[in-house]
């Protein structure tokens, strides 16, 4: 009788653990591409605190005309600079080029690395909003 109730209140822990650990699993984020309109990357600027607005074009292209406050890493150097400029893979991270092709494999190179919040919002050249100048 006592080794059937033993046995009953170990089931039960290690029914409990597997829950918990479900829990736990099921809050892990995975990283996945998402693509944006200018409009719903602009609408998430004005309401999320705690954002990376990442330009990845080239410095002359930033220079010339660039949207507040973007960090520029330019497209061809995301590999080698992502992980020390970029530390916090859950960050939200929104990003933009030209014209919307360097955007989405950076975007995408950044899913690869395991950045889990990356929102590609295409490029300036489809931005109505206020841009700044060098």
């Known amino acids: 009788m006592k080794l059937c109730a033993l046995l009953c209140c170990i089931g039960l822990l290690m029914g409990c653990n597997r829950s918990i650990s479900s829990a736990q699993d099921n809050k892990k984020v995975k990283a996945e591409y998402h693509k944006i309109s200018a409009e719903k990357a602009h609408k998430m600027m004005m309401e999320l605190n705690d954002f990376i607005l990442l ?7 930033y220079a010339e005309k660039h949207i507040g406050g973007a960090v520029l890493i330019p497209d061809y150097e995301i590999e080698d600079r992502a992980d020390g400029e970029l530390p916090d893979k859950n960050a939200v991270i929104l990003i933009y ?27 300036i050249l489809n931005w109505p909003y206020e841009t700044v100048s060098k």
Do not use: K
């Open 97 to 123: 080029c030209r014209s919307g092709r360097r955007s989405e494999n950076a975007a995408r190179t950044l899913v690869d690395r395991g950045y889990t919040r990356v929102y590609d919002f295409g490029g």
């Open 55 to 61: 330009d990845v074009r080239t410095d002359e292209e």
